[in-house]
């Protein structure tokens, strides 16, 4: 989880402390919660982690994919049209 938020983070183009911010976090504790989550020294809720999900655009299944290549598709189906996704689950039920 901590690779991904930081890799999301970093996509972002957001400090730590302007992440944790957006998210609903005290400007205090915005940047040191963050650092610490990306550190792996404290694991966030799934509704914080959710939150910032929100802020950067990844959905919560992103966090714990354990490989990039599963990490990626699960973005890139985010991100996709209903019209892209629907297309992509024909596709994948033709060959599962």
């Known amino acids: 989880m901590a690779k991904r938020l930081r890799q999301a983070r970093e996509t972002s183009g957001l400090s730590q402390?302007?992440?944790?911010?957006?998210?609903g976090m005290d400007p205090?504790?915005?940047?040191?919660?963050?650092?610490?989550?990306?550190?792996?020294?404290?694991?966030?809720?799934?509704?914080?982690?959710?939150?910032?999900?929100?802020?950067?655009?990844?959905?919560l299944p992103y966090f714990y994919a354990v490989e990039d290549d599963l990490a990626s598709a699960i973005v890139a189906f985010h991100r996709s049209s209903v019209?892209?996704?629907?297309?992509?689950?024909e596709v994948l039920g033709h060959h599962l």
């Open 83 to 89: 019209a892209r996704r629907k297309h992509a689950l």
């Open 17 to 23: 402390k302007e992440l944790g911010i957006r998210a």
């Open 28 to 59: 205090f504790v915005a940047s040191p919660r963050i650092n610490q989550y990306e550190r792996d020294k404290h694991i966030p809720n799934p509704m914080v982690l959710a939150q910032l999900g929100l802020v950067l655009d990844v959905p």
